[in-house]
């Protein structure tokens, strides 16, 4: 089914420990996000790509690197796994401006 | 920088009862604004979307939404809410000018709609 695929689903991280949460779409959008939500804080963006090889900070960016080698792929790297970044983080992609499309997200637990 | 305001975070409705879910923006241009729901342990979904065509802007699920420009609102409503219905909220803006950077959405803190039988 076409759209944007998360991986994993859920994961525990320990402290100082680090992952990659994966993230692709087949719709050939440009446009990519990742988002992480905590409760009552609504979504916050911390990285976004307007295209390959394009990528720029968000609202909160610390502790987060990002790539976008092609136009399908943007993972989001975690180094150094603090808990102040359990979240549930999502991925989205659009052609433009319009509306989004979602992934279903990761949960992360950082313990 | 534009920014959207959900007062409170908890509505509660019956079973038919007319749902109406606030939100306020600002910015600095004319913007698109969008209503998202997302319902447990799943990702958003597009409700609806206004990008500066018709200002009363229908979606799925019987909700729509009017952009009042001079109330800066995009307030969410449905005649008669379902047991379906309940999830969380979230309006969200962007600057409906320029696309490329401009193209990213700022969210609001999402309101939960709680249906009760």
């Known amino acids: 089914n076409a759209g944007v695929t998360q991986t994993p689903k859920f994961r525990i991280l320990k402290i100082g420990q680090s992952m990659t949460l994966q993230c692709a779409q087949d719709m050939n959008h440009n446009y990519m996000y990742w988002y992480r939500q905590d409760p009552g804080m609504g979504l916050k963006l911390i990285y976004y790509?307007?295209?390959?090889?394009?990528?720029d900070k968000g609202e909160v960016p610390n502790g987060y690197n990002v790539s976008r080698s092609t136009t399908e792929d943007f993972p989001l790297r975690l180094e150094l796994a603090a808990p102040s970044q359990t979240s549930v983080y999502f991925c989205a992609s659009t052609p433009g401006v319009g509306g989004y499309t979602f992934g279903s997200g990761t949960r992360l637990t950082v313990v | 920088a534009q920014s959207v305001t959900q007062l409170g975070s908890h509505v509660s409705v019956s079973e038919g009862a007319l749902v109406l879910l606030r939100c306020n923006y600002s910015s600095s241009v004319p913007p698109y604004l969008f209503w998202y729901v997302q319902y447990p342990n799943q990702g958003l979904q597009l409700l609806l979307k206004?990008?500066?065509?018709?200002?009363l802007v229908k979606g799925i699920n019987g909700f729509e939404a009017e952009f009042k420009k001079s109330e800066t609102s995009f307030h969410l409503t449905k005649p008669s809410a379902h047991m379906s219905d309940a999830a969380e909220y979230f309006c969200?803006?962007?600057?409906?000018?320029?696309?490329?950077?401009?193209?990213?959405?700022?969210f609001g803190k999402g309101i939960t709609l709680s249906v009760r039988p």
């Open positions: 969200a803006v962007t600057l409906g000018v320029i696309a490329g950077a401009n193209s990213k959405l700022t």
């Open positions: 206004y990008t500066s065509a018709a200002t």
């Open positions: 790509s307007v295209g390959a090889g394009i990528t």
